[in-house]
């Protein structure tokens, strides 16, 4: 009897979500959680089914007989014999699956990728279709089988891949199996050179069979007409950035690294000598949390940029100029930079460099006018100081000087000495006000008044 843990539920959970999307599309796009109650009773009912027909064994008879029948064990696209169990099952074989021709869906369970092999020099290149099965990351293992069933030679030949979301990376291959993934480095960026200038070859040992007759005279048309002129891809790696131009497309794609603490990067174009605007991110392929993943954007030609935090690794960030003037794609430095962008706006430079000197000269004169006003300041505030030290001198052995009709005022020798000339600035002021004769205290006169000698 089957159990539960003999079903693949995360193939049964695609199934009946797909199910359940196509059911509220065909019900004038009414919410997928109304249909996706059915859609799991369908889907666990097929895989029911399935399991049960997988255990029932069929006679050897039977067995013989369907393998004398026209067309089994033979590929449905070119008609060649099939030998592996994989390919037999699906009813194609591995070099017309790896041209992307349609495979015979077998069941829901059928988790096989589809993808395309073209080939740069020795290298083979596979590129992820994503038509609704694995994808080629998940399903490597497949891949690499399927490569050497075709008969590439997978000792010599290194193979990379893009996957579904256009990034290039390698499949390590170890005694013609899959070991592993790998970044590409510089000797494997030269294939997706070779690629765009269009130096794809068929596979090897591929024999015509009738049913490609027409694709054959469809391919002899084409090499008959005049070829166009392939365009040269230009590849830029700046610490873990990387810069790419094909022509007009130009793409700038930024790592996140140090879980979140450099990168991807941030992106001004120039659209003047001092003016440069944000560049909105075209695709972020970020985790869930941002601290891993990447994010692209896509550049304009005859442009200067700037991009700041730039991962290096996975500690430092930094920045960078960036110019795609003149069809090229140059790094550049602060200083580079600089010259860059008045090498583009010479004469924005240059009234710039004007209003620079004029706010130095305006600021060398606000400069000079405070220092006069401090120093003026200054010797005021020694020449009261002095006075104040006379009058207190004199206060202290003469006595305090008799004002008529005012009182005389309390505290130290020199605190009398400063508010006695408060007090009569005030006094020519505002002789009536009532203070003048009510308050004695030095102290009041110094606290409230002593800007009446202003």
Request: proline share 5%; charged share 25%.
């Amino acid at each position: 009897m089957n159990t539960a843990s003999k079903y693949d539920r995360s193939a049964i959970l695609g199934y009946a979500w797909t199910r359940a999307r196509a059911a509220a599309a065909a019900a004038a796009g009414e919410s997928v959680r109304l249909h996706i109650g059915a859609a799991m009773r369908a889907a666990w009912s097929e895989a029911k089914a399935v399991a049960a027909a997988a255990m029932v064994p069929q006679p050897a008879q039977q067995q013989q007989a369907n393998a004398g029948l026209p067309g089994a064990g033979a590929c449905e696209v070119c008609g060649r014999p099939l030998t592996a169990p994989v390919s037999i099952e699906a009813g194609i074989g591995p070099v017309c699956r790896s041209h992307g021709h349609a495979r015979r869906q077998l069941s829901i369970f059928d988790n096989r990728s589809d993808y395309r092999v073209e080939l740069a020099g020795d290298v083979i290149c596979v590129t992820d279709l994503n038509l609704g099965g694995r994808s080629v990351t998940n399903d490597a293992e497949g891949v690499i089988r399927d490569l050497a069933e075709a008969g590439y030679d997978l000792a010599r030949m290194p193979v990379i891949y893009r996957d579904s979301q256009r990034n290039w990376d390698e499949l390590v291959v170890k005694d013609g199996v899959f070991a592993g993934f790998r970044h590409l480095d510089t000797a494997r960026k030269e294939a997706l050179r070779a690629i765009a200038k269009g130096l794809d070859v068929p596979p090897p040992e591929m024999v015509e069979q009738p049913c490609q007759q027409h694709q054959a005279c469809a391919a002899q048309e084409e090499a008959a007409a005049p070829a166009a002129e392939p365009e040269e891809v230009e590849v830029v790696q700046y610490g873990r950035a990387v810069f790419t131009r094909g022509g007009d497309r130009i793409t700038f794609r930024g790592q996140v690294t140090g879980g979140g603490a450099a990168g991807p990067g941030h992106v001004a174009a120039y659209r003047a000598y001092g003016d440069s605007v944000p560049v909105r991110m075209f695709q972020d392929n970020r985790s869930g949390s941002q601290r891993s993943g990447s994010c692209t954007w896509r550049l304009e030609p005859d442009t200067v940029y700037w991009i700041s935090n730039v991962a290096m690794d996975s500690r430092r960030s930094g920045a960078v100029g960036l110019s795609t003037l003149d069809g090229g794609l140059r790094i550049l430095g602060v200083d580079a930079c600089e010259a860059e962008r008045r090498r583009v706006w010479p004469l924005q430079a240059e009234a710039h460099d004007d209003a620079q000197a004029r706010r130095r000269e305006d600021e060398a004169r606000r400069i000079e006018a405070e220092r006069a006003l401090a120093e003026e300041r200054r010797v005021a505030r020694e020449a009261l100081a002095e006075m104040n030290a006379e009058a207190a001198a004199r206060i202290k052995a003469e006595g305090q000087p008799r004002v008529a009709d005012l009182p005389k005022l309390t505290g130290t020798a020199k605190q009398v000495a400063y508010a006695l000339q408060i007090r009569d600035a005030v006094r020519a002021r505002q002789p009536d006000l009532p203070e003048l004769r009510t308050q004695r205290a030095s102290r009041y006169w110094i606290e409230n008044h002593r800007r009446a000698l202003r």
